[in-house]
């Protein structure tokens, strides 16, 4: 379980990722989580930032796909930025189904896919119980986190610190 906590990597945001070096190891296809990954919790709309860096990695050939507990209402803005992508609402992570459905309807394989999320319980958790590559990111605005994402992270910050023990960094 707390193997299962740990992500690969640890990120300080989404433009801290070294996405030339998952392109040369063979990664083709990113899942996104959206709420504090991409933008504050609960955003209505991608800032130009983030919009920028999505276009960059589909241009460079990536297959991008997003996931999301939320439900995705109220979020027409948001829903039209995504909308070239496959987007996954409601995906009930940490279970693995709707992960499995977004890979299968994606055309992609567990061995050549990153997950990209702010949270260990649902993203980490979910990715790696289907193999996935999982890199854990810095809340993008912490004050924004739900209730329930608040009182986890005194919990997320004690597995990362023991998990450098199990999974130790490259
Ligand atoms: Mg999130």
């Known amino acids: 379980m707390l193997k299962n906590l740990c992500p690969h990597e640890v990120c300080s945001s989404i433009y801290a990722i070294d996405y030339e070096r998952l392109w040369d190891q063979g990664y083709r296809t990113l899942i996104f989580d959206i709420d504090n990954t991409l933008g504050s919790w609960g955003c209505k709309a ?14 460079r050939g990536f297959r991008l796909g997003f996931l999301s507990n939320n439900r995705g209402l109220d979020r027409e803005a948001l829903v039209a930025q995504l909308a070239p992508h496959m987007v996954l609402w409601n995906a009930q ?4 189904k709707r992960l499995q459905d977004l890979l299968q309807q994606m055309d992609a394989h567990a061995d050549e896919a990153v997950l990209i999320g702010d949270q260990l319980f649902t993203d980490i958790l979910g990715a790696r119980r289907v193999n996935l590559y999982a890199i854990f990111v810095r809340p993008y605005d912490p004050q924004s986190d739900s209730l329930g994402a608040k009182l986890r992270r005194p919990l997320e910050r004690w597995v990362l610190r023991v998990g450098r023990w199990i999974n130790p960094p490259a």
């Open 93 to 96: 992570k940490p279970r693995t």
């Open 46 to 59: 991608l800032d130009e930032n983030s919009l920028r860096l999505l276009e960059r990695l589909a241009r």
